[in-house]
């Protein structure tokens, strides 16, 4: 296979066509081992260290930390609370940058497999796919590494500390970097997050397949225009109900490395010097053992906006005295300054620089290739079949049907003639997502189409407008297109390069201040409607659409995320039946901005499904199937709960229709007598499950004492009797759920018995 430059970012062909590999051909008979330092073991410069007990392998990591940290310099340790740690030769530390990106695929290193985007991945509701995407991610991140490594290249996008994943809550639909979450739930977020964290960092007993970063600690959801000098309100309530769960089940079920604080300031504290979050919370309530890494230049921008300081050097005191280890960005450059002026203790460096150095021991750095297992991962896995075709898979599982009347859908294989139109039809930018790698093949929906009916049908394609533009010159065309068809499948939506992070230059990126189908794209399928021939929309986007014309007119409606490299094959399987759809929205779809608080405001009041007051267009946890399936036998353990105690319960389901099919199992929490504010109900369980037509299956969930337990105002975990009813369903037990699933949720009451008492949060 062709070489191709290792900082070179190759250009995506369509399917079938020739690739390139990212980091060089795929033919070294040593690559995954690589030579020298440059796979990480030791060099001859290093075995020469005198007493070098931190090149002992037999000997406990701690110590070996510590007995790296007495060799060096305080200017030298110093240093290695960068985020591009400079070489100490004398020691035989090679350079280190820890920039990494990987949300659904190795990211800015080259060619690498592309997953569906996270908010894609949450709409699968399913955590055994999700560890293996990140299993997938991790061996990639791996590969490339010691590759790179091996051929002297250590700089940004190299290392093998990945900032991710992000696991902020989704409350507002405005927000840009909302498709880089797992949604508006905290439960669901927590244990998708969990299962991607493990599948990232791997199970091994003392080494780390790579080092995964939760982000951004904590309250932190935009506005993007304002994240630098943002001060967000919560209340104890909220911080503990809401903003804090996933953080809590990353650091103690999933082990993160690493967390990562945000910009903004919560309740007057800058996040990345914040005592109250990170000593008090993170490190003596929650006990993370790992580093703090702040987000990128956010220690530089203390000085300006709303002043936390005045100086680089005391706001790097400021942040190290906080909590806050490892400096993306160049203010920990002028600790010495902090130092000699005695804002800052040599004990403190220490005690960051030897949990910054732990991570890189974990990640068998400092040992030779053999110790470790994941330095043998050969070079072969990136971008390989087996990956594709994991690919294929998510995108298929995050694809959710919003609408399917007349069932419309699936279309039959013998069509004789469809049209697809839209700006998104043949877009390669919207299959990718934010932070991505590069794609060596792609599939559109267009080429999806193609290659699935091409060779029985006439496939007429007009794009019709642009995603953003006032052009309608392609109107007629487009009109003409779906008149000579027999059904159109239009390709609508927006674009990771109009909804995102932070961007200054204007009408790029950053979020989205309406929520509506851009004017001209509403008209075009308004047109398009008009000619009588059924109408199939799929939507591309991050986050959700007002769209109640849609809903009201259009029979089929299909949301596709930004889906991935094999977005098209996905897509095309699902419309043609191959596949049925199983998807679920991990975001509320409200009918219109009016609905939801103002965007700055961080109160969940009226936000998420939770605590929403109006009813949305289309719920959280929502989404059809080609099949049908039917619960029955809701049983509980017992029907009194002594306080303190869980509560098991059996379920059956049964795919009653003519499809093999994914069912997605919701377990919802409903608190009938809390004496505080409570959610309306809550998610507190899930599983997808595939089930063959007729086949039926008995699930097991447990509803924890801690789930049936609420915040208080002060922040206090309560657990109090009284009345609770558990829903069991493929939906919430909602009102607009059982009107557009016209499926009723299965329910049960229990009571929960003992004196009140007081839950580990």
């Known amino acids: 296979m062709k070489s191709v430059p290792l900082d070179g970012q190759t250009e995506g062909r369509r399917c079938g066509a020739s690739t390139s590999a990212g980091l060089g051909d795929k033919a070294g008979s040593n690559r995954g081992t690589g030579d020298g330092q440059g796979a990480g073991q030791p060099s001859a410069q290093q075995e020469m260290v005198e007493g070098a007990k931190y090149l002992d392998v037999g000997v406990p ?7 790296l940290l007495s060799r060096m310099t305080v200017e030298e340790k110093i240093g290695q609370l960068r985020f591009d740690a400079p070489a100490i030769e004398r020691l035989g530390i090679p350079r280190y940058n820890c920039w990494n990106e990987a949300i659904h695929g190795v990211a800015g290193a080259g060619i690498a497999t592309v997953f569906p985007q996270v908010i894609g991945m949450a709409a699968t509701f399913n955590t055994g796919l999700i560890f293996r995407v990140a299993r997938a991610i991790a061996d990639e991140a791996r590969a490339k590494h010691h590759e790179a490594a091996r051929r002297g290249k250590r700089g940004r996008f190299r290392g093998l500390s990945f900032w991710s994943p992000n696991v902020n809550i989704f409350r507002d639909p405005r927000w840009g970097r909302g ?10 977020t927590g244990k998708m997050a969990v299962a991607f964290i493990r599948g990232l960092q791997g199970d091994h007993r003392h080494y780390l397949r790579v080092a995964a970063c939760a982000k951004h600690y904590v309250v932190h959801s935009g506005p993007e225009r304002l994240r630098r000098r943002f001060n967000a309100i919560v209340s104890e309530k909220d911080l503990r109900e809401t903003y804090l769960p996933a953080f809590r089940d990353c650091v103690r079920d999933g082990q993160v490395e690493a967390v990562m604080c945000a910009y903004n300031r919560v309740n007057g504290e800058p996040c990345c010097a914040s005592p109250t979050l990170l000593k008090t919370i993170l490190r003596k309530e929650l006990e993370f053992k790992g580093h703090v ?4 230049f956010a220690l530089w921008h203390f000085n300006r906006g709303p002043s936390v300081v005045r100086r680089l050097y005391e706001a790097a005191a400021l942040a190290l005295n906080s909590g806050c280890e490892l400096n993306c960005g160049i203010a920990m450059h002028f600790l010495g300054k902090a130092l000699r002026r005695g804002l800052v203790t040599e004990a403190r460096i220490d005690e960051a620089v030897s949990r910054v150095l732990t991570t890189r021991f974990r990640l068998g750095m400092f040992d030779p290739p053999e110790q470790c297992e994941y330095q043998k991962i050969p070079y072969e896995v990136n971008d390989c079949e087996q990956h594709r075709r994991l690919a294929v898979e998510a995108a298929r599982q995050s694809m959710v049907l919003l609408r399917n009347r007349g069932n419309l859908l699936p279309l039959a294989k013998n069509i004789r003639s469809i049209a697809v139109i839209g700006p998104n039809t043949d877009e390669k930018r919207v299959l990718y997502g934010s932070y991505h790698g590069t794609f060596s093949r792609y599939v559109t929906p267009l080429n999806g189409i193609r290659d699935k009916i091409g060779s029985v049908a006439t496939v007429r394609y007009v794009r019709g407008c642009t995603l953003r533009g006032a052009a309608r010159r392609e109107f007629g065309r487009a009109i003409a297109a779906a008149s000579e068809s027999d059904v159109v499948v239009m390709c609508l939506g927006t674009s990771p390069r109009y909804e995102g992070e932070e961007n200054p230059f204007p009408g790029f990126g950053d979020d989205r201040w309406s929520l509506d189908l851009y004017p001209t794209q509403q008209a075009l399928l308004e047109e398009i409607h008009k000619t009588g021939k059924p109408v199939i929309l799929v939507l591309f986007s991050g986050s959700p659409f007002t769209m109640e014309w849609a809903d009201n007119h259009v029979p089929a409606i299909i949301q596709a995320w930004y889906p991935g490299e094999e977005g098209g094959t996905a897509l095309a399987d699902i419309l043609f039946g191959d596949y049925s759809p199983g998807g679920r929205l991990p975001v509320t779809w409200v009918r219109s901005l009016d609905d939801i608080p103002a965007f700055a405001d961080y109160s969940m009041q009226g936000r998420t499904y939770r605590y ?23 049983k509980l353990d017992r029907s009194e709960v002594p306080l303190g105690e869980g509560l098991g319960l059996s379920v059956e389901v049964e795919n009653l229709g003519n499809w093999d099919g994914d069912e997605v199992v919701q377990v919802y929490l409903q608190d009938v007598a809390a004496s505080a504010r409570v ?3 809550q998610l507190c369980g899930f599983q997808r499950i595939r089930l063959r037509k007729g086949e039926r299956r008995s699930l097991f969930f447990v509803v924890t004492a801690r789930q049936m337990a609420f915040i208080d105002k002060a922040g206090g975990c309560v657990l109090e009797p009284g009345e609770f009813i558990v829903h069991v369903g493929g939906s919430q037990p909602d009102p607009r759920s059982v009107e557009l699933t016209r499926k009723p949720v299965l329910a049960a009451t229990f009571e929960v018995v003992g004196a009140r008492g007081v839950l580990r949060y």
Not at 61 to 67: F, I, N, S, Y
Not at 179 to 188: A, F, H, K, R, S
Not at 293 to 296: E, L, Q
């Open 679 to 681: 959610p309306h109900y």
């Open 179 to 188: 498709q880089e979450t797992y949604g508006e739930d905290p439960y669901l």
């Open 61 to 67: 990591t701690e110590e070996r930390v510590a007995d």
């Open 612 to 634: 929403c007051e109006k009813p949305p267009l289309y719920p959280f946890g929502y989404g059809l199937s080609y099949t049908e399936f039917k619960y029955r036998n809701l």
């Open 293 to 296: 890494v702040s987000d990128c």
